[in-house]
């Protein structure tokens, strides 16, 4: 998995521009590529900058982290960090145990 240089995956960092620079929920496709060049700085590697973008925005909406808006590029969080369990995943569980948010990240290699 590639990390940055603080230790954020490309996702967290999406992640993480989302909540601190669009507090109303809402932003477009345009404004996640205005921050180009603090994720080319950070992931200098990565050749392809923008599908990378629109690649982990489609992640993030299937893990339920934001939701699609329109077909012109707007998106909106959900406000939920809930965790999307895939099918193979749920055998990693047990039923009826409650798991802390630190549990659930190290089960499923993700923050939240």
Known sequence: MEKMNNNLTFKEML???ILENYTSGIFTLKDMYSHRDEYQNQFPNRLTLEAGIRGTLQTLRDEG???FVDYAGTYKFTGSNKV???SLDYKKL???KLYSKKEV???F???I
Do not use: A, C, Y
Request: charge should be neutral; avoid cysteine.
């Open 15 to 17: 992640k993480k521009t």
């Open 109 to 111: 290699d993700t923050k």
């Open 105 to 107: 990240e190290e089960i």
């Open 94 to 96: 047990v039923i009826g």
């Open 84 to 86: 999307k369990i895939s």
């Open 65 to 67: 982290f934001i939701e």
